[in-house]
């Protein structure tokens, strides 16, 4: 495929939500496979919603999920500039041609006359269009309206009768009546384009190649099509990815947990368990394979493989995706990761000495297999920073209520005491452990269980010779003693 150039066009009114980083990955994997360009533009036109702020922590969402582009707001490229706003007067000329041709015309209907006129239809059972009550005005007319005050949109003269095919690269051929559309505004009172003008002439203009973008806008692409035929431009390809919905198969909101990237990177997800989680959303590999990285999905990625039924968004699956990554990743990244929830808990505070990083260092390399994402590090942690154990479980209790347990723990501390300098090491611990084992004559369980209930409360958790390196010789000494 040659010349390859798509894009993905947010509206900066919000945070960066799956669904649009869902398209923007899409968009970004086709570019990369196909060696063509990835362009990231900005639909500005929505003033009151709009914001830069928000331009921003969508730029920084996308880089955060490993996304580069080419082209794009921030870095210029040759078809700028890429916000809708700065191209006002791009939009203007070509909506004139549409009007001198005769494609288009001026519109002067009130909002109370298109309120009666849309309750009349829907009273009648019909679709709520416009009828073309301006399509055929007189110069006259117009002036006389213009001299009452009315300021007028542009409306594109839809041509009757007329059928659209879609030829959508995931749908196959969708076709819309055209009468079933009604003239519609492409250029409001104001002078500000609306999207489905806008986006003709910015991916027009940007030599978009395919339009690969989400199912809600399937409905608009007939729109689009009608002012490609008006403007005698060239259609590009359509792809429309699938709707996400909640495990419960409705459409995919609030209610089903959290919907913009921020949120994810705030609780500790990994970019790349995002990335391949988005990846999954509507793609598959064909076969039974889950964990992708960004380049093996950049050689895999290809429009065939993108469902047409809808994709069901799945936490548990993302948990466990992620769960994935934080055991594979390296462990200083994932210990950088950890600090900020940690901090936020009340455990440490910024700035870190160098000692106690370590110490955190070593309470993530002893808790990371527990975690779905790092927020939760915090909870796991607890047990490394309160020496206030609690026991809560049956199990727990009967434990230390074993004959041997005394014993063990004065043996233990004897032997610490003597043994450890402040610092005690993991194979350290295990050997003393061992030690203690022989000199009571008793058996592997009956000497960690109690241990481990008596430094942590349960009877599951990080490998205990973790534990003991964590907490150093005094704190084993702190917590042991509470018990002889
Ligand atoms: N601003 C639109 C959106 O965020 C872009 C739609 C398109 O890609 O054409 O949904």
Redesign the pocket.
Known sequence: MSSVRV?????PTGPLHIG?AR?ALFNWLFARRYGGTFIVRV?DTDLERSSRQSEENILDALRWLGLDWDEGVDVGGPYGPYRQMERLELYKKHADNLLNSGAAYLCYCSEEELAAEREALMAKGELPRYLGRCRDLTATERASLEAAGRRPVVRFRVPENEVVLVRDLVRGDVSFEGSEIGDYIIVKSDGIPT?NFA?VVD?HTMKISH?I??E??LS?TPRQILLYNALGWEIPAFAHVSLILGKDRSKMSKRHGATSIEQYQNRGYLPEALANFLALLGWSPGSEEEIFSLDELKEQFTLERVAKSPAVFDLDKLNWLNGHYIRETDLERLTEMALPHLEKAGYISAPLPAEKYESVKMMVAAVRKYLSYMQEAAEHVRIFFDDDVLIVKDEAREIMSGGQVKAVFQELIKKINVTVTDEIKADEARALLKEVGRSLGLKGKQIFMPVRVALTGGTQGPDLDQVMAILGRAGIVRRLSEWV
């Not at 894009?7 to 509206?11: I, K, V």
Request: charged content about 30%; hydrophobic content about 30%; cysteine-free.
């Open positions: 894009r993905f066009a947010p509206s649009g398209s639909e999207y986006v991916d339009v973008r989400a809600e806008h608009n």
